[in-house]
Nanobody, 118 residues
């Protein structure tokens, strides 16, 4: 299983930038993709972005063009660079890793809070 620990959340003014990090460890051989979800108070968890094993990235429409996902294997770290943030980007951001081992298994981090103020 994969262990994940997020960091980098905090307060940021609208229009500003913030970079989230997710340190990962454990068995990575069967990981097919990694990414980020977020959850605002009173809402469902929402998918934000993912990066596949071959480094293909994909984004939710609401963040496309503003957020960039990347991965640095040398540091075992996943990143989410958030640019031109908006108040609606506020929420708890969770990183995840999906493995294919007979069935799909998803591991989650504990989350990091991002608050965007205007």
């Amino acid at each position: 299983q994969v262990q994940l620990v997020e960091s980098g959340g905090g307060l940021v003014q609208a229009g500003g930038s913030l970079t989230l990090s997710c340190a990962f460890s454990g068995r990575l051989l069967n990981v097919i993709d990694m990414g980020w979800y977020r959850q605002a108070p009173g809402t469902e968890r929402e998918w934000v972005a993912l990066i596949t094993r071959d480094a293909t990235s994909n984004y939710a429409d609401v963040v496309k063009g503003r957020f960039v996902i990347s991965r640095e294997y040398a540091k075992n770290t996943l990143y989410l660079q958030m640019n031109n943030v908006k108040p609606e980007d506020t929420g708890i951001y969770y990183c995840y890793a999906r493995e294919s081992v007979l069935q799909i298994r998803t591991s989650w981090g504990q989350g990091t809070q991002v608050t965007v103020f205007s």
